[in-house]
């Protein structure tokens, strides 16, 4: 290989090496700075759960109703064995799935929700808001909103509960009817 031929391999190498951030930039048209307050933002959101979450609601679901059928259906004895593997089917199929997903949901993000960010914020507004979601006061907050709204359901249940217990009864019994009724057990069949 002539010199000329090695030094431009080198050069195209070299290129490619110390290039490959403004290729990226260019690609998806946001500058390196930019796209890492981006993902700064991104790490805070925990939008990765999303797909685990629409994952897990309907795993949970039917193992909700699956407890239904074991406690109406199955034999005492067998019920805690039964619902044990029920509980051990659904655990083994979300620690299978949860990584691709959790995968996919990355990609999701990085492809859909990182190019609107970058669109719709200034590099200003992101910086800004990276450190609003990165502030431990924020994270004390959060911290204290489960205790929040516990404490306002506890209140909201002492204050109401006297009224509404009664009237939930006489729905749960209207309901009843209604069941039996449909399924021919009512009024003496």
Not at 67 to 87: F, H, I, L, N
Not at 139 to 167: C, H, R, S, W, Y
């Amino acid at each position: 290989m002539s010199m000329s031929r090695s030094m431009s391999v080198i050069a195209v190498a070299l290129g490619l090496v110390f290039g490959g951030g403004a290729c990226a930039q260019a690609a998806s048209g946001v500058p390196a700075e930019k796209q890492a307050v981006v993902n700064r933002v991104l790490a805070k959101m925990a939008l990765e759960n999303v797909g685990l979450q629409m994952l897990q609601a309907p795993v949970a679901e039917m193992v909700r109703q699956s407890r239904v059928v074991v406690t109406s259906r199955v034999p005492a004895e067998k019920q805690e064995a039964t619902m044990k593997d029920v509980t051990a089917e659904a655990t083994a199929f979300l620690e299978k799935e949860a990584p691709p997903l959790r995968a996919s949901t990355q990609t999701v993000v990085q492809s859909s929700v990182a190019p609107l960010l970058a669109q719709k914020f200034s590099l200003e507004e992101l910086k800004q808001l990276a450190d609003i979601l990165e502030s431990p006061v924020l994270a004390k907050f959060e911290g204290l909103v489960p205790e929040m709204k516990k404490t306002v359901g506890d209140n909201v249940a002492k204050a109401n509960g006297p009224q509404i217990q009664p009237k939930m009864t006489e729905l749960q019994n209207r309901v009843g009817l209604r069941l039996r009724a449909a399924v021919g057990q009512a009024g003496g069949q």
